[in-house]
């Protein structure tokens, strides 16, 4: 079977791609092991460390976000699949400092049994860690406990929030304090409009008739519930800011960022349609959208869709997610 | 016809995608009249202006680039259409100062039409204006004579340097050489892997078999040339790489950037797999990859591909390419 992609062995995709990638941007980021990225000049050893993980395939995350001001390193499994918690220890180890680290996890079940053993295994060692999980996903229905909803890409926001403080010089307590209330605050919604293709077995990532568009997919085809006739940019984008409002209760004259993540072949213009209704709901409504992003952070192959993340930003969150940051796909003035 | 995109009325495209834009990043970039963006905060009037223009549709090309060390100004057209001279006018007034306006024009028939008239209008008017044309498509072979050579995306790292001498407060004089010696000095190489849909009409802009790809295929699905059977990453990005090595005579110890420029389907995972292969044959060779880049910066809608930009950079290009930016889409600290 063909594939329509720029790929070599299957078996060598993740190596290949993180070393094109820390080529790319070498100036910022290098391979300190196999599949664990770090920064190539990291200015101290004394703040806390930020570390996340999770499978390859949804580039430019996670590994994209490592730098100044976000993330110290990103542990990368194969694609798809969560790393080992061997290799997630191996990162720990790394970073083992009086400072600590915080570890964040986005909530599937791979990643959460090897980020447990890890830590585990960590703790028996004398490593200071804590770790955080995402959970954003609000496709279940707003009243689904934490633990069954999936955390998709408002890992990134959080990431650069929780980079921000720890680059501040605040305590693990502090950092990790933030960043939950971060995580607390901010939900995220997805919608795929056609399919990908696993790109080592060439299998349908997810099918969807040529009429039909389903809100709430998740970041590997799982099953989102909101299948419909596909609707306007407009009624898709009401669709699913009104339940991100619901759920983050934002209210008249709180302060949000918007993101729109792109999952692959959706494209910018697509986005921007999206945003600008998405941001005058919440105009209407007086929601003061003081941050934007619009692009590819978290993606899904060449899926068509988006994932819409909303973040209700306090005063720290305000200042943080303003604040100098230089990783390749996030780069703050 | 049901097109498979998020978008509302195929006729509000242009206007919806530039209003949802300046919305998400309206701390950098706002809409002075439909269809021209410029900076919200410039800071000086006294440095030269640096405006482009193109049609819509290749988004975040060509207004994602607006901002401080980039464009002062882009002028958008209608989806794949160049914005018509009048409009072009308005931008130049808009921009006339003593220190002069270079406009950036990227090689296509209706562009270079309306940069033309409007250029003849603006010298009436006594604005101080010179006009760059990018011509560095290489798909036509490397004999070609620059007036039959399309602009595609290495007009980007082009508006980095001008926008970055001009910041330094250069001259146009200066401005327009350090450019035209860019200009010079870059090459562009593109690849089709699958199709894209014109998001107006819902008509295929290129049609590609099941196993086929087509080096050389223009950002409208203008025909390449170089179709063959699906090659692997590797082959596909040497077969690139050397006639862009050759064309902008890139030799041992020389430095260049080398840009990776998703076209909109395919993933970055294959970028970055592509931009391993480019860089190792480059390093093999004795050049220096200086700096690189890879994501979505000149789009065709959904087409699955991407260009390959080879800029060579002497001692001043490789300053400016790092000096500060605060564009949207290209952000340098």
Known sequence: MIMKKFINNPNDLTIELLEGYTLAYKDVVKLESKKIVVRTNPKSSDKVAIVSMGGAGHEPAISGFVGEGMLDASVVGDIFAAPGAPKVLEALRMFKRDAGILLVVLNHAGDVMSANMAMQMAEREGINVKMLLTHED?????????????GLGGCIPLYKVAGAASEQGKSLEEVAEIAERFNGQMATLAVAMTGATHPQNGGAISVLPDDEMEIGMGQHGEAGGGRSKILSADETAEKMIL???TDTEAKSGDNVMLIINGTGATTHMEMNIIFRKANNVLESKGINVSA??????????????????????????????????????????
């Open 138 to 150: 609000i496709s279940a229905g707003l009243d689904t406990p934490e633990a069954d909803r999936r």
């Open 292 to 333: 934007g992003k619009i692009g590819e952070l978290l993606t899904v192959q060449e899926m068509g869709g988006f994932q819409m993340i909303l973040c209700k930003l306090d005063a720290d969150h305000k200042d943080l997610i303003k604040a100098p940051a230089n990783a390749p796909y996030w780069v703050t003035r």
């Open 243 to 245: 339940p991100l409002i």
